[in-house]
């Protein structure tokens, strides 16, 4: 099999990580499903990633809906066909002391950053072991190896997902699925701006989403006998 027929499914795919993920896996003949929330802002992922000559289709699928994520990515298989790489970037950031963070905070935070990557990854594990192989790359953080005060419920929600994808990488491995927490720094991506985050960083020394994206390509390009299990990826700067 030859990487110009390889799969790849991405969440949080309309901006940030996961935009520029399609585009590096584009470019390396890679079709990719596209996942997000924003019709608009998929739709023109997909015509840039279609201009480079390979598949690709997006599917607007809201993952805090827990209880339809598994489903979702079952269906997903169905009309795109097999997965072969499984890309779970999508997430949200999230400032507080833990004392001032609401439960229904907490619960919204892990939800989507931990307890949704869990259920993509029950969704698409069906398929992965029928056909013997498969990567699946989590975006954790740096946060996750390293908690920091005032990013309590992101740092517990990340060291989850770092967790998650040492577990599975055991479990899986007779299966020929090989499991990669990426572990970045400070990235300038739009997660700055949301309501749910409260930092005054300088952006302009954080890493770039194309950096990132570069780093997964590189991992899942990585012959089959090898496996990333953890990449930390920081700025050069020495910004977090």
């Given at each position: ?10 969440t949080g795919a309309s901006s940030g990580i996961g935009k520029e993920t399609a ?16 019709v608009e802002k998929l739709a023109a992922v997909e015509n840039a990633v279609v ?20 489903e979702k990515m079952r269906q997903i298989v169905l009309d795109f066909g097999n ?158």
């Amino acid at each position: 099999m030859t990487e110009q027929n390889k799969s790849a499914l991405i969440t949080g795919a309309s901006s940030g990580i996961g935009k520029e993920t399609a585009l590096a896996f584009a470019s390396s003949g890679i079709d990719v499903a596209l996942i997000g929330r924003s019709v608009e802002k998929l739709a023109a992922v997909e015509n840039a990633v279609v201009k480079t000559g390979v598949k690709a289709k997006t599917y607007v699928v809201d993952l805090a809906n827990l209880s339809k994520v598994q489903e979702k990515m079952r269906q997903i298989v169905l009309d795109f066909g097999n997965i072969d790489i499984l890309v779970n970037n999508a997430g949200m950031g999230y400032t507080a002391t833990l004392s001032e963070t609401p439960l229904s905070d907490w619960q919204q935070v892990i939800d989507l950053n931990l307890t949704s990557v869990f259920e993509c990854i029950k969704g698409i594990l069906p398929s992965m072991r029928q056909q013997n192989r498969g990567t699946i790359i989590n975006v954790a953080s740096v946060a996750g190896k390293q908690a920091f005060a005032n990013w309590g419920a992101y740092s517990v929600s990340k060291a989850g997902v770092i967790a998650l994808s040492q577990a599975l990488a055991q479990e899986e491995r007779k299966n020929g699925i090989r499991v990669t927490a990426i572990c970045p720094g400070a990235v300038n991506t739009e997660i700055w701006d949301t309501k749910t985050v409260n930092a005054d960083f300088d952006r302009s020394n954080m890493l770039t989403p194309e950096i990132v994206a570069q780093s997964i390509l590189h991992t899942v390009l990585l012959p089959k006998q090898a496996v990333v299990d953890e990449l930390t990826l920081m700025p050069s700067a020495g910004v977090l």
